[in-house]
């Protein structure tokens, strides 16, 4: 079942702005991943952040996430064109023994 | 390191044949490897967890006969589609882990039935 909830479903922006994205799910869980996807290829692990972290930071990418909302953000800084990819969040729940459950994504595009 | 391979790349075979995809961790030995389809334009639904040498898990209302998963070494998967159909027209991904934080994704299969 898909637990994980991304708003908005599409999002587009100019180059240069930043682009946030959030996800809601209804479990516990022992951790939040966030994965990038472009058009008709694989996964790329973008950031995993655990149950008891608040934030987290890779580069341009900075996650947040509330337990107490059960609920994650994806926040991308100075876009960039080649960020222009389906997002996806997926929680490792507790007790799924590793399984991921993804959500229904998000698409970004990114205007040059 | 952590890369995972996928062959095919894509695949067109015909209704009611059987199509084999090949999922390998390429410089690690996985414990568990997933099997995921994802429709156009949807999410990654799982199908099924599988761990070397033991019989893989089944999500609900995936039909364990029909998609065949042999985890015969701690590097290589298979996915058997028996007696495709187009509706099991997708692309296929697998992923791989080695310790229970992260997984590996595949580039995928698509795999078209005619």
């Known amino acids: 079942s898909q637990q994980g909830e991304e708003d908005p479903q599409a999002l587009s922006i100019q180059e240069g702005e930043n682009a946030t994205m959030n996800c809601s799910y209804k479990?516990?869980?022992?951790?939040l991943q966030w994965y990038r996807q472009n058009s008709g290829r694989g996964l790329v692990h973008l950031i995993l952040i655990r149950s008891n972290e608040r934030e987290k930071h890779s580069g341009r990418l900075r996650v947040t996430l509330d337990t107490s909302k059960k609920s994650s953000s994806l926040l991308i800084t100075a876009s960039r064109a080649a960020d222009t990819a389906s997002y996806f969040c997926?929680?490792?729940?507790?007790?799924?023994?590793?399984?991921?459950?993804f959500g229904k994504g998000i698409t970004l595009s990114v205007r040059p | 390191g952590a890369v995972v391979s996928q062959h095919p790349s894509w695949v067109i075979c015909k209704s009611g044949t059987s199509v084999k995809i090949e999922c390998r961790s390429l410089d690690f030995q996985a414990t568990t490897m997933f099997w995921y389809r994802q429709f156009p334009k949807q999410s990654l639904m799982l199908m099924a967890t599988?761990?070397?040498?033991?019989?893989?898990?089944?999500e609900q209302g995936v039909e364990k006969d029909k998609f065949l998963i042999n985890h015969a070494s701690l590097t290589l998967s298979t996915l058997t589609v028996t007696s495709a159909h187009p509706e099991d027209s997708s692309f296929y991904i697998c992923?791989?882990?080695?310790?229970?934080?992260?997984?590996?994704f595949g580039p995928g299969t698509r795999l078209t039935v005619t």
């Open positions: 479990t516990s869980i022992n951790n």
């Open positions: 599988s761990n070397e040498g033991s019989k893989a898990t089944y």
């Open positions: 997926a929680t490792d729940d507790t007790g799924a023994n590793s399984k991921l459950t």
């Open positions: 992923s791989a882990t080695k310790d229970r934080y992260e997984q590996y």
